[in-house]
């Protein structure tokens, strides 16, 4: 009895010593700044003089900030649009790579759409940015060729946000795609079999059998891709710095201008905060939903 | 004798919709693959450009149209890269000191703590792993701030800790791992204790060796996202001799890019390589891994 009582006691011990180093870090880097994230968007903090509480005064100043509407908007966009497009090309490319392709060819288109998902957004943008030159890239001159011209994509308030789209969806379009080929695969071949004894073309087996069975993938890749679209940062940061003037300036980037250049810590919490509450009510919903739809299949 | 009879004429009938089908499949196929291609030759086009200007001589670097096949192989630009008074080599280091520090120190812990909310029993598991998991809704923008003020407060401004100690927290990795080692067979495990082993032993000579598979994936998402990382680096470190790859290419395309495309694609050419090398040599791996993460690089 005491031994046996010991050695639970030293597998609990060792228990805690397993997780502690994780744990230790999720306390400070996690849980902690979360709690302390909340109390700043309550202040006026200033990096020299520390913080001072009031209220909800930065709340309700985002009600009136002109500048946070443009940048939401701007986020908004980008991600219906994007989410949109990345989520609907990668699942043709999946329901493409799916069909009876010889093993080696459908591995070489699946490597080149996929291969751009794991170049860093920084990198991309470099590269898009010479060829969305207005005078000197090479998208104009080929488009000049056939008489269009010359489009002013990073130059033009228009123009910005769609050129930063198309770059997303060249780069993150391979990663739906592998997400709905690993969805694909669960369905099992016998229902196409069957639905093309009862005489359904591929039209018909795609409207009838793969989207339906498909419906929970689906869902859980526009949720991965919405909650990252919201947090674009990265390549319009590098490809456009927010402009001209806004007009590609996302939230995030609002988030860490406030934060990281005017220091005013207080008001970016707070922009945070909504963010946050945004994206947490996306996860929510998904576990909601994919939940009753496990229960469907 | 009529069952007989009616045979043959069925048969006829269903070869011939066979054949008829067939051929249809085929100009499918075909349209498939056609549109595989277009769509390939997209995804190819700015990798290639980037390459094809990395290898031109810099008063060549804005002809148009572009030539995409290089005739001589020049690598002037390559050696210019190192020879500009942007230290291009220690932003290498430091990539691959920071990258490496946090996938080593990620597969340590996020397998500790794996194995001891899978196997162990000890007071409070099942909460602390819930709370642990919470932390995947928590944008990083949220906490960005708070650990700005600690980093601040720890005098760990423009020190790749700064990069390193969050980077640790991986409540994925730990997920990862705890479903794999609830897939081991409770009988392993207590053979290893009866022949004395103590947790630690059980875990690291019996149950990581059987988790290289998990461990590998786990390896390869985490090198990619931190070799990309740009957001923390950005805020956390601010001279050239701690700085990234990413964030020197967004600084060495500052200052060359007045007129120097080149030099900068072979720049960001190099930053890519070890990302391509990896892919070439593990590609089903990071495939595979990537499909099962359904999470970002």
Redesign the interface.
């Known amino acids: 009895m005491l031994v046996k009582l010991s050695h639970r006691r030293s597998e609990a011990l060792s228990g805690y010593l397993f997780i502690a180093p994780i744990y230790i870090g999720f306390l400070i880097f996690i849980a902690a700044p979360i709690v302390v994230a909340f109390g700043l968007s309550f202040t006026k903090f200033d990096i020299l003089k520390g913080a001072t509480f009031i209220g909800l005064n930065n709340y309700t100043h985002m009600l009136t900030d002109a500048r946070l509407q443009t940048v939401y908007r701007n986020t908004a966009l980008f991600t219906s649009i994007s989410v949109v497009l990345n989520v609907g090309i990668g699942l043709l490319l999946a329901v493409a790579l799916n069909s009876r392709l010889p093993r080696l060819i459908r591995n070489f288109y699946r490597s080149i759409f996929f291969f751009p998902v794991l170049i860093a957004h920084t990198y991309i943008s470099v590269i898009w940015q010479f060829l969305y030159a207005k005078d000197t890239g090479i998208f104009n001159y080929y488009l000049s060729q056939i008489g269009v011209g010359p489009i002013p994509w990073l130059n033009s308030s228009q123009w910005v946000l769609f050129s930063i789209i198309l770059m997303d969806v060249w780069k993150n379009t391979g990663f739906a795609m592998l997400l709905f080929l690993a969805g694909l695969q669960n369905i099992p071949g016998e229902y196409y079999e069957v639905a093309q004894i009862d005489g359904a073309n591929g039209v018909n087996a795609f409207f009838k059998i793969t989207l339906p069975l498909l419906s929970p993938t689906i869902f859980f890749i526009l949720v991965i891709f919405m909650t990252g679209a919201l947090q674009v940062f990265d390549s319009i940061m590098v490809i456009s710095e927010g402009g001209p003037g806004d007009a590609s300036r996302s939230i995030v980037m609002y988030i860490y201008e406030k934060a990281f250049r005017t220091f005013d810590m207080g008001y970016a919490s707070a922009v945070a905060m909504t963010l946050f509450v945004l994206i947490l009510g996306l996860t929510l919903l998904q576990f909601a939903l994919g939940r009753r739809w496990v229960h469907y299949e | 004798m009529s069952v007989l009879s009616q045979t043959p004429a069925i048969r006829v009938e269903s070869r011939l919709t066979v054949r008829r089908?067939s051929v249809r499949?085929r100009w499918?196929?075909l349209l498939?693959?056609l549109?595989?291609t277009v769509?390939?030759f997209?995804?190819?086009m700015?990798?290639l450009?980037?390459f094809s200007?990395s290898m031109r001589p810099t008063s060549q670097s804005?002809s148009?149209?572009?030539v995409w096949i290089p005739t001589t192989l020049n690598f002037d630009n390559y050696a210019e890269v190192f020879r500009s008074n942007v230290p291009f080599f220690q932003f290498f280091l430091n990539s691959l000191k920071i990258t490496l520090a946090v996938t080593i120190g990620q597969l340590?812990?996020?397998s500790?703590?794996g194995?001891?909310?899978a196997r162990?029993?000890?007071?409070g598991?099942n909460i602390?792993f819930i709370?642990?998991l919470a932390?995947?809704?928590?944008?990083?923008?949220?906490?960005?701030?708070?650990?700005?003020?600690?980093m601040r407060s720890l005098r760990l401004i423009d020190n790749p800790l700064s990069i390193i100690?969050?980077s640790?927290?991986?409540?994925f990795g730990?997920f990862q791992l705890r479903q794999f080692f609830l897939t081991l067979p409770q009988d392993l495990l207590d053979a290893a204790t009866i022949d004395g082993a103590?947790?630690?032993r059980t875990?690291w000579q019996v149950a990581l060796p059987l988790a290289r598979p998990s461990l590998a994936a786990l390896a390869v998402i985490t090198f990619?996202a931190t070799?990309?990382n740009?957001?923390y680096p950005?805020?956390f470190l601010t001279s050239w001799q701690n700085m990234t790859l990413?964030?020197g290419?967004?600084l060495l395309?500052g200052y060359m890019s007045s007129g120097n495309?080149s030099v900068?694609?072979a720049a960001?050419a190099l930053?890519?390589l070890p990302?391509?090398i990896i892919?070439i040599v593990a590609?089903r791996w990071?495939?595979e891994a990537?499909?099962?993460s359904?999470?970002?690089?």
Do not use: D, E, H
Not at chain 2, 120 to 123: D, K, V
């Open positions: 089908k499949v499918g196929a498939t693959l549109v595989l769509g390939a997209f995804m190819v700015p990798l450009w980037m200007t804005f148009l149209p572009p340590l812990f996020c500790t703590a194995f001891a909310f162990l029993r000890f007071p598991r602390l709370l642990l932390s995947l809704m928590v944008p990083t923008q949220v906490t960005v701030i708070p650990i700005f003020l600690i100690l969050p640790l927290v991986s409540a730990v103590g947790t630690w875990f990619n070799w990309n740009y957001f950005l805020i990413p964030q290419i967004a395309r495309p900068v694609m960001v930053s890519i990302i391509l892919f590609q990071i495939v990537m499909a099962r359904g999470l970002k690089g």
